[in-house]
């Protein structure tokens, strides 16, 4: 009876604790049959094996148990799934601790503590059950979005796992005189590692600080200089025109060249400015080497936040390079086809920043071969470019022929 | 069976396209259904990913309180690429190039500059138009083709590869066989010779005495033979 009751409570928990991670994360199940194989292969697993093992290794297993499943029935990443389980378990062991806390406080009979443990059960699951709380959803969140600002999110995992260890520790041990020593060489352990992880991190922040700064300086110059070629532009024109008026025929039929010509040079993109900051210079600056063509840029950012606060110094390197390419690509080909036309998407959702280049082509495509190192479709190069993106560990790159137009989608992970 | 989809602001706007859209469907004998939508909401997000229908959209770019029409026109192309799309705005800066390449816009028009003859144009376009969006799919090592078989001319096997010779001079190589991409094509596609296949909608000239056919687009293909003539005939 009691290990029945046991099991019950277990299933109870795990689907509590599911429902739990759902709500935070905002995910949907997608496979609802799994979930339920998971849960019945969860109760027979529970009967076979976890009753008859020590605590720790028991929790240990329904935990990773839990991880397998919900990454099977929904689409969230691992990063945020393994957030998301730490601080489910983190609110566990807080609620066990002070159920733990009462039953030593209140009694010493074991059998007493018995139903304090049930209680404790059935009150954890009644947190995870708050979690579906809107205020506790937002809180959660805000404090993710906040982890992943600061570039920490690994290293919280880890602290977060180190932090529910210790706790869990106290737990198991009921604060004997081990426990304690357990937990401070823990807590120590954490707080160097914690110190350590900090300094590495001010040092990245203030090298990225400064890069952000010469590209916010370098920005500003180009804009500037955009705006003094208009001037130039529109002034020169605007004198050539009057002195049109009181010239010869001759001169007039030079005058009319000159302008054409001007008029000619490299339309610069209008909304220049809606790209986003930090890969604004990239973009500008592969936009003015295509000098003389009359390529149509369209942009449209649809980024809340700036990239380089989204990204890690490594995956905004890698993106600046990758981007780089694929528009040196992009206009390569879009200068050749009729209609030289250049469009960027710059979006986001939770997990991902994701960039869009659609631009349009004429000429021969392997299709086949394309990607593949030494393979070029270029009149010049070597065929390194899509090749070498391909290859990088932080990008994702998917390219699509579609009616006649080129689409790369470049996908980073926050 | 069309359903033309109006998202406009403007009641106004929205009565007189909708009287223009049933003169027209009454005139020309066209099952059609219309659905009025002011901005965009949840509704329209469900008519959207409601591919059930051949469907015409008319949207107006400005939408008070609402995403702008070019965004919903975004959301439109993510799945759904046979809809056609025509777009109706005060003003005539909104006419982008770009965005009508990228979204395949069918028409912009100017709501004050003769919108009922160019509406009633366009319409009566899409109505006459056959409904052919068939699509010709290629999966590549790192890149996937996907081309309007329409937009297919011929396809010719050149030492391994299969070339795809398609409209606006864009040519596309593979390694299937062309008895792969016949199997992959619709009927319009017949094999002329043993090493080319072309688009019988396209010819319009085959000559096999000279072994040769011409294309709409003017080109001349010297790979036509005598023994698939039966078949090319065939209506």
Known sequence: MTVLIYILLSIIFQISMIYAVKSLSNSKIENKIILIIGIVIFAILYKLIVLE?????????????????????????????????????????????????????????????????????????????????????????????????????????????????????????????????????????????FVINFIIQQFQIISLKESIKLLNKNNEFYLNLIDEYRILKHNLI???????????????????????????????????????????????????????????LKVDNKLKNNIIEILSARKFNALCEALGITLDNAIEAAEQSNEKILYLEFTEDENKLILKIVNTFSGVVDIDELGKKNYTSKKKGHGLGLFSILNKKDIKLTTIIKNNKFISVVTVNK | MIRFVIVEDDIQIQE??????????????????????????????????????????????????????IEIAQKIRENDWDSEIIFVTSHDKMFETVHRNILEVFDFIEKFHEMDRRLEEDILKIINKRFDKKILKIKGANVDLEIYMKNILYIEKDDRKSIIHACGGNTFKTNL??????????????????????????????????????????????LLSKKYRKEIEKE
Request: positive net charge; aromatic residues 12%; glycine residues 4%.
């Open chain 1, 238 to 296: 605007s004198n050539l025109s009057g002195i049109k008026s009181v010239t010869n025929k001759k001169t007039r039929a030079l005058i009319d060249d000159l302008i054409t010509e001007y008029n000619s040079i490299l339309k610069l993109p209008k909304n220049f400015k809606e790209i986003p900051t930090g890969i604004s210079g990239i973009v500008y600056e592969k936009i003015y080497s295509a000098n003389n063509s009359q390529l149509q």
């Open chain 2, 177 to 222: 066989t062309l008895e792969k991409l016949l199997e992959m094509l619709d009927e319009r596609f017949v094999q002329t010779h043993k090493s080319c296949i072309a688009n019988r909608e396209r010819m319009v000239e085959r000559n096999y005495a000279k072994n040769y056919f011409v294309l709409d687009t003017g080109e001349k293909v010297e």
């Open chain 2, 16 to 69: 007189k396209i909708k009287k223009m859209l049933v003169k027209i469907s009454i005139s020309t004998n066209q099952d059609y259904e219309i659905k009025y939508f002011e901005k965009y909401s949840k509704s329209l997000q469900k008519e959207i990913d409601d591919q059930t229908f051949r469907k015409v959209y008319i949207m107006d770019i400005e939408l008070e309180k609402s995403i702008s029409g």
């Open chain 1, 53 to 193: 093992l020590p605590t720790e290794l028991g929790t240990m297993i329904s935990i990773f148990y839990t991880i397998i499943i919900i990454k099977l029935c929904t689409k969230l990443s691992m990063k945020n799934l393994l957030f998301y389980m730490i601080v489910v378990w983190i609110i566990a062991i807080i609620v066990d601790i002070l159920v733990m806390f009462l039953s030593n406080f209140f009694t010493t009979n074991e059998e007493n503590k018995e139903i304090f443990k049930f209680l404790g059960t059935l009150m954890i699951v009644g947190a995870f059950l708050a979690c579906g709380n809107k205020i506790v959803i937002k809180k959660i969140n805000y404090l993710k979005n906040l982890i992943t600002k600061l570039h920490l999110s690994y290293f919280s995992f880890f602290i977060m796992l180190l932090i529910y260890f210790t706790l869990g520790s106290i737990c198991i041990n009921n604060m004997n005189d081990k426990g304690y020593i357990v937990l401070v060489i823990f807590i120590a352990f954490s707080v160097l590692l």
